[in-house]
């Protein structure tokens, strides 16, 4: 089936910094989707890119679509304490197959 | 609260007895989705429903697991006889008849003793 790997497993970075984070997928993918979950709750949609190449913001955040449509990227700039959690991509072909296929999470943990 | 609705946030089980999962879709939205969450791990998909047909349960485990959704009320996720390994967080998403854009509720961890 699917698969999808995320890099890296983990982040400890201090408050100010800059955050990247990819997914990459062994196949395409007609949607990319960026989700945050914190302790207790269920996933928060960050960004959603539904064309290879493109390259979406939200705030802080920017995610890109790669062109090879197996692969995404999201940046966190000026990261700030409330940024900690756990950072999801999931990959999604629409239709009869509309569920997501997730990658297994970067955790973030900022510094003040 | 428009959201999606899961109950109960929190259930044990004993081994051997039936737990039900309840999932109230968002105002308007007619899919469901059910995906389940071990410890340090992505969530894992487990059904796909619209109302009163079940579009793709590929991921659901050939026995014990079920899932409805009904034309009157929530969806439910069944699991008959559990065992330790079903102890897990259940997440159930919506989203609306013209996207697949995943709405999730707050799941509901479920733990076997």
């Known amino acids: 089936g699917q698969q999808l790997n995320q890099s890296p497993q983990s982040m400890f970075i201090q408050e100010g910094e800059d955050v990247s984070m990819n997914c990459t997928s062994s196949?395409?993918?007609?949607?990319w989707l960026w989700y945050k979950q914190e302790p207790g709750e269920g996933p928060v949609l960050l960004i959603a890119l539904y064309k290879a190449g493109e390259l979406t913001s939200n705030g802080r955040l920017t995610a890109q679509f790669g062109i090879t449509r197996k692969d995404s990227f999201l940046n966190i700039s000026a990261s700030i304490p409330s940024d900690v959690g756990i950072y999801f991509c999931?990959?999604?072909?629409?239709?009869?197959?509309?569920?997501?296929?997730f990658g297994k999470g970067t955790k973030l943990s900022v510094k003040p | 609260n428009a959201g999606v609705m899961q109950n109960p946030r929190h259930l044990v089980r004993r081994r051997g007895q039936e737990a039900r999962l309840r999932c109230s879709p968002m105002?308007?939205?007619?899919?469901v989705y059910w995906y389940r969450q071990l410890p340090e791990e992505g969530l894992k998909f487990m059904v796909y429903l619209q109302k009163e047909n079940i579009i793709d349960e590929s991921g659901m485990p050939k026995e014990r697991f079920s899932a409805e959704f009904p034309k009157e009320g929530p969806s439910i996720l069944r699991i008959q006889q559990v065992v330790r390994g079903d102890s897990a967080a259940y997440f159930c998403?919506?989203?609306?008849?013209?996207?697949?854009?995943?709405?999730f509720g707050s799941g509901t961890r479920l733990t076997v003793v």
């Open positions: 105002k308007g939205h007619s899919h």
């Open positions: 998403a919506s989203s609306h008849y013209r996207d697949s854009l995943h709405t």
């Open positions: 999931a990959g999604q072909n629409g239709g009869s197959q509309g569920n997501l296929i």
């Open positions: 196949s395409i993918f007609n949607t």
